[in-house]
């Protein structure tokens, strides 16, 4: 079957920085997409990865291992704005979305 | 600024009763998305649509129906909604053209069956 896994829930200090994982087995590869979702809000898109190596954009970054089935979301000088839930999606041969459950990310002061 | 808009944030149905979801997009979309998202799952494609009057399941298609008449809106329907069908639901479009298939998600309907 396919499978994405990424932790359930992260703990982060304000103005850290703080890397999740998303760890994934597809029936193919056409690309991973990490998006943003504040508590009852819509997820917005963040980033999208599918060549290998690393993709920056401001304070975060996201890196492609598609040998290793493995990405990661780096956020750097967090603020309180970034406690947020953070969903990893992999694209699969037929083009379609696969999701992760979420990383609820909680930043304290 | 591109927008998805959802009908209704918040309804209350009583089992059995048909539920109509809305979902208008201002982006000239051809592809759209209907989504549930439950805690501790990831999100889950009911159906989608790649053209007006076109539709495909997706993975949990059963209990639900859908309708693209007019390219911007796409519309799910609960024909006989049950408590199992509680749930927050999420309208999405795309573009799919050459790009990176980018989602754009509208804010949501949580639906609550008693």
């Known amino acids: 079957g396919q499978n994405i896994d990424q932790p359930t829930e992260m703990t982060a200090t304000e103005g850290a920085i703080v890397q999740i994982n998303c760890t994934y087995q597809t029936s193919g590869f056409n690309g991973l997409f990490w998006y943003q979702q504040h508590a009852g809000e819509a997820p917005t898109f963040l980033s999208y990865?599918?060549l290998d190596g690393l993709e920056e954009k401001g304070r975060f970054s996201s890196f492609l291992s598609r040998s290793k089935g493995y990405s990661y979301l780096l956020l750097k000088e967090l603020q309180m704005k970034d406690s947020a839930s953070y969903l990893c999606?992999?694209?699969?041969?037929?083009?379609?979305?696969?999701w992760g459950a979420g990383t609820k990310l909680i930043i304290k002061p | 600024d591109v927008k998805v808009t959802q009908s209704s944030r918040y309804l209350v149905k009583r089992t059995g009763e048909k539920v109509f979801l809305e979902c208008v997009q201002d982006m000239d979309h051809e592809n759209m998305f209907w989504y549930r998202q439950d805690p501790g799952l990831g999100l889950r494609l009911i159906y989608f649509?790649?053209?007006?009057?076109?539709?495909e399941k997706g993975d949990i298609p059963e209990g639900y129906s859908v309708s693209r008449e007019k390219k911007e809106r796409f519309s799910l329907i609960l024909e006989s909604a049950s408590t199992n069908q509680t749930s927050m639901y999420l309208c999405?479009?795309?573009?799919?053209?050459?790009?990176?298939?980018?989602?754009?998600f509208g804010e949501g309907s949580r639906l609550t069956v008693l």
């Open positions: 649509s790649y053209d007006v009057k076109m539709k």
């Open positions: 999405a479009s795309s573009t799919g053209q050459g790009d990176n298939g980018e989602l754009f």
């Open positions: 999606a992999v694209r699969d041969s037929n083009y379609q979305l696969i």
């Open positions: 990865n599918v």
